[in-house]
């Protein structure tokens, strides 16, 4: 076995091609843990509000709250179904409008979407995540008053605690607390009096989604049962964790897939680029490699040496590029969510799978890079050794 | 170099002792003091050696058993030919040579006249197209190329004109290598490395680089390098082509000290007929034939 010191040193005494090679491999890396950290960040930020034993009810036919809508009547038939299925006798039972209103940006020109959500007066308590984390919640009752989540806090004019903002025209609001909800996307929304977002819209009597607690999530399925038997409703159940899933489903799918490609296209250039590099060491080491040839080392062990080195190149590489992925961490993202048409802020969400997946995807670009120099260095004749 | 280094009585008495050792069939486990002692044990089956000693039929591959009174190497009308383009170019035509081991050859002859390729047949970095190349014990023509590669690992000790130690190795590390090729322990390498360093007179350049050495110093760190495995024969290409006469002296009689106290068979392509003066006998080469 040839020492790997030899590997390491010939790469270091190269330093320019050496750094070229293992910038390129580096950034291939970083692309691609970077967009698979977002992709999810997308998932989690989606999926964190979810409780396990929360089912949310939407008409049937709609798999977002912007465009589902069930009127108090049927609300009710969810309460009394929930009161039923539940061993206590009473399910807890939310009902809740969402809507999405226009507001200016902070920073730059334009506006953008935020997400409304009239939420009834313990709408907090339902949700055992959520809690006010400045100011205060407010007023049961209060139609001019709202609270927005950390996510949008800062990003849009008029969410500062003690700021208002236009509702609706002439429907002005205040912002009195700002609440967090364990980095999901519901703080990326607004939350305010459900009655009073209600008549500003114009949905009196109706309410976009309905979300039931029950005692176990075991207990879900006979929920479902009971309330998607009765055609007359139109109403689908579903766990709370499905529908988050349904709405980061696009947007996380198409930041994977965004990611891949953008790897693989990437990847083939870092390969050559490291494929040029080894080429280029493997010619101007011909003398050495016959001299290890007329020594005695064989093809295969000059085979693995010069793959070796190719594979160290690129993990060192690789480690670069993942290492300053991680630094992306701390970078918030805010993107366009497909299924409600408003603002998400999201976060580079950085796991060890993710991180040992970007360094497998290096290690292969060494190897497949390194494997043709490593051929040809296999092939050089011992003879070489002997020419002056 | 430093002829009291050269000189050292124990390291030399140490390594001729060793030498004894390991190429004594009967001895037991080898002492392990000298360069290439353990590596010889290390290969050497009793069964094998044997076998070899009551036959003439060597094992297939592993160190060379000498056989006193016999031929190191046999090179029965070899020829060897080169194709390039079209055009078949016939380099050796013919040649049948014998050298004795214990030898110290020369070989000369104007450029284009097949030392180089002799040199590379009966050190196995090539295999003949036609005749036999019998080195000790091995016929090498009929030898795969792994199986060559083994052969030189165990047999051959390599001197070149360039040198060609590795430049990012330092001197010690340049004389390790050979060793890499057999199962003696690491620790153990470094120490045979560090003798075969005292023996050419470089002790306090054991951590030097390359570039930090001297040509002369350069080509007794690849003598060092040659012997470290104690091979039986040292193949030499012009190992003073490249150096000033004071240097290339010196070599000379490193190599000379290796062939008479050391026993090492020693086979030398030279231009410089005062090189070919150290060596016992002189072979002239023209155009693919012994003259």
């Not at chain 1, 809690?131 to 919640?137: C, D, E, L, M």
């Not at chain 1, 049961?140 to 236009?166: H, Q, T, Y």
Request: proline content about 4%; some cysteine.
């Amino acid at each position: 076995m040839v020492p790997v010191k030899y590997n390491i040193r010939s790469l270091v005494v190269r330093k320019t091609t050496t750094a070229a090679a293992g910038l390129g491999l580096a950034l291939v890396v970083f692309v691609f843990a970077s967009v698979m950290m977002l992709g999810n960040g997308i998932r989690k930020t989606m999926g964190r509000a979810a409780s396990p034993n929360v089912a949310v009810i939407l008409r049937k036919g709609s798999d977002a709250e912007l465009s589902s809508g069930i009127s108090n009547e049927s609300l009710n038939l969810v309460k009394a179904a929930a009161g039923q299925v539940s061993a206590s006798g009473k399910g807890e039972v939310v009902g809740e409008v969402v809507v999405v209103i226009l507001l200016d940006k902070i920073g730059t020109d334009g506006m953008s979407n935020v997400t409304v959500r009239g939420v009834p007066d313990g709408a907090l308590g339902f949700r055992s995540t959520a809690k006010v984390i400045a100011g205060r919640a407010p007023k049961p009752g209060a139609a001019d008053e709202v609270m927005v989540g950390n996510g949008i806090r800062g990003r849009f004019k008029g969410l500062e605690i003690g700021e208002s903002f236009e509702l609706k025209k002439n429907r002005s609001v205040k912002v009195v607390g700002v609440f967090s909800d364990d980095g999901s996307s519901n703080e990326s929304e607004v939350w305010g009096d459900l009655n009073a977002v209600q008549s500003a819209f114009g949905r009196d009597g109706y309410v976009s989604s309905a979300r039931v607690k029950l005692d176990s999530p075991g207990k879900i399925d006979a929920l479902k049962a009971q309330i998607e038997s009765d055609r007359q409703l139109g109403l689908i159940v579903m766990r709370e964790s499905v529908f988050f899933e349904k709405q980061s489903e696009m947007t996380a799918t198409f930041m994977t897939a965004l990611g891949v490609l953008i790897a693989v296209f990437f990847s083939l250039g870092a390969m050559i680029g490291a494929m040029i590099t080894m080429h280029a060491q493997v010619a101007s080491r011909q003398r050495e490699i016959g001299t290890l040839r007329a020594l005695g080392f064989s093809k295969l062990s000059i085979l693995t040496s010069f793959l070796l080195e190719s594979l160290f190149l690129a993990l060192v590489g690789g480690a670069i590029g993942a290492g300053a992925s991680l630094a992306m961490s701390f970078v918030k993202i805010t993107l366009l969510n497909a299924s409600s048409w408003s603002e998400i802020v999201f976060t580079f969400d950085p796991t060890p799978a993710i991180i040992v997946r970007s360094m497998i995807l290096a290690g292969v670009m060494g190897v497949i890079g390194g494997f043709l120099p490593a051929l040809r260095a296999a092939r050089v004749s011992p003879v070489e050794a002997m020419r002056a | 170099m430093s002829d009291s280094d050269v000189k050292e009585p124990e390291a030399t008495t140490e390594d001729g002792d060793a030498k004894g050792d390991a190429r004594d069939n009967e001895s037991p486990a080898p002492k392990g003091d000298a360069p290439g002692e353990g590596a010889k044990a290390d290969a050497a089956k009793a069964d094998a050696a044997k076998d070899s000693a009551k036959s003439d039929a060597p094992p297939k591959s592993g160190p060379y058993r000498p056989t006193p009174g016999k031929p190191l190497i046999e090179m029965s009308n070899v020829t060897k030919t080169f194709h390039k383009g079209k055009e078949p170019l016939t380099v050796l035509d013919g040649l049948t040579l014998t050298i004795a081991e214990g030898a110290f050859e020369a070989l000369m002859g104007p450029s284009g006249s097949g030392k180089s390729t002799l040199l590379n047949l009966i050190a196995g970095l090539d295999r003949p197209t036609s005749g036999t190349a019998r080195v000790a014990g091995h016929n090498l023509e009929k030898m795969s190329d792994g199986e060559l590669a083994k052969f030189r690992a165990q047999n051959i000790g390599f001197i070149f004109q360039a040198y060609n130690l590795l430049p990012v190795l330092t001197a010690v590390e340049n004389v390790e290598l050979p060793l890499l090729l057999t199962k003696v322990p690491s620790g153990e390498r470094r120490k045979r490395a560090e003798t075969a360093l005292r023996v050419v007179g470089l002790s306090d350049r054991m951590g030097h680089y390359p570039r930090q050495l001297s040509g002369g110093q350069e080509q007794r760190v690849a003598i060092a390098r040659a012997i470290v495995n104690d091979p039986t024969i040292l193949v030499c290409d012009e190992p003073t082509g490249d150096l000033d006469r004071k240097s290339a002296d010196d070599i000379l009689a490193l190599l000379t000290k290796l062939n008479q106290d050391f026993k090492k068979t020693i086979l030398m392509v030279t231009h410089d007929p005062s090189a070919a003066e150290r060596a016992t006998t002189t072979r002239h080469l023209n155009k693919g034939r012994l003259d």
